[in-house]
Every structure is written in structure tokens, then in C-alpha cells.
């Protein structure tokens, strides 16, 4: 990717962070958005914490990825697994991103050409595929669960029962 988008992902960094939290927490209900958007403090609101700092170290560690950046990730999904979000929905938060940048790049005039722009897309598709198989896995590890909690409560209805 270009240095010339890095530095405008990087100068641009607080607005673009801020546009994509506030695109990310309008997918939550209208009863859940009046406290989310509003309360900032992450002990009232750890969900919009949480969202906050993830996006936040995804962009200053986009280029060069890493581990703060997988932890990130990690943070981010599994909010979004705990979620009653559809996985596209879910995932749909990787893509936003393309766009901000996009509104950036026009509203600040600056060119980028056709090989900065599928570096850039290429970088964001292979973040989504990372996203998918972290979320993928927490929603397993939730759904598992719920198995075991049911086995569990059959288990001990049929021992009170004497079966």
C-alpha cells in the first residue's frame, strides 16, 4: 500500500475512528443505541469501550499489522459474536472502512492510483477473512456452551427424576 494512504489513514486517524464507531453503533437497536452513543464512560458502556480501543489499534498498526493488530481483532469479534448480529452484519464493520477512507480521500483531494487503491481493498479483504475466523470461533465456542449447559440440566433432571 502507498505511503501516500497511510498518511492519510494516519493524519486523519480521530475522525476517521469516530465515523467508524458511530456507523458500527447505529447497527444496534434504537433502545441499545440511546445508552451506547451517548454514555462514554467504559465502565457504564464496556461495549463502546471495547469497540473504541479495537478500531483504534486497528488503524495505527494497518500497515504493519502484528500482534497489537491480531489482538485487535480478537477484541473486536468477540464483542461482535456476543451480539445478535447476522455474520454479515457482523463482519460488514471491515468493509465500513473502505468507504470512510474513500469520503476521506475526496473530501482531502488527494490522488491515489489504481495499484494503491487493490493494495489498500486487498489489505482490508484479508482483515475481514482474519475477523471471520476469530468471530467464527468465538460463536462456536458460545454455541458449544449452550450445548453443554443443556446436556447438564438434562443430566441433572434425569438424576432428581431417578432415571
Given at each position: 500500500m502507498s505511503n501516500t494512504l497511510n498518511i492519510l489513514i494516519t493524519k486523519n486517524q480521530d475522525q476517521i475512528l469516530e465515523k467508524w464507531l458511530s456507523l458500527r453503533l447505529s447497527f444496534f437497536s434504537k433502545q441499545k443505541q440511546s445508552l451506547i452513543m451517548t454514555q462514554k464512560d467504559q465502565f457504564q458502556n464496556p461495549i463502546r469501550h471495547q469497540l473504541q480501543e479495537g478500531l483504534k489499534d486497528i488503524l495505527e498498526n494497518f500497515e504493519?499489522?502484528?500482534?497489537?493488530?491480531?489482538?485487535?481483532?480478537?477484541?473486536?469479534?468477540?464483542?461482535?459474536?456476543?451480539?445478535?448480529?447476522p455474520p454479515s452484519k457482523a463482519m460488514a464493520l471491515f468493509y465500513e472502512l473502505k468507504e470512510i477512507v474513500r469520503e476521506f480521500t475526496k473530501k482531502t483531494?488527494?490522488?491515489?492510483?489504481?495499484?494503491?487503491?487493490?493494495?489498500?481493498?486487498?489489505?482490508?479483504?484479508?482483515m475481514t477473512l482474519e475477523a471471520f475466523d476469530c468471530y467464527s470461533a468465538h460463536?462456536?465456542?458460545?454455541?458449544?456452551?449452550?450445548?453443554?449447559?443443556?446436556?447438564?440440566?438434562?443430566?441433572?433432571?434425569?438424576?432428581?427424576?431417578?432415571?
Open positions: 504493519k499489522k502484528g500482534e497489537k493488530f491480531k489482538e485487535a481483532l480478537e477484541q473486536i469479534c468477540r464483542i461482535l459474536a456476543i451480539q445478535d448480529f483531494g488527494v490522488g491515489f492510483n489504481a495499484k494503491d487503491w487493490v493494495e489498500f481493498n486487498s489489505a482490508i479483504e484479508t460463536r462456536e465456542k458460545i454455541y458449544q456452551l449452550k450445548v453443554d449447559e443443556s446436556k447438564n440440566k438434562a443430566f441433572m433432571l434425569l438424576k432428581k427424576a431417578g432415571i
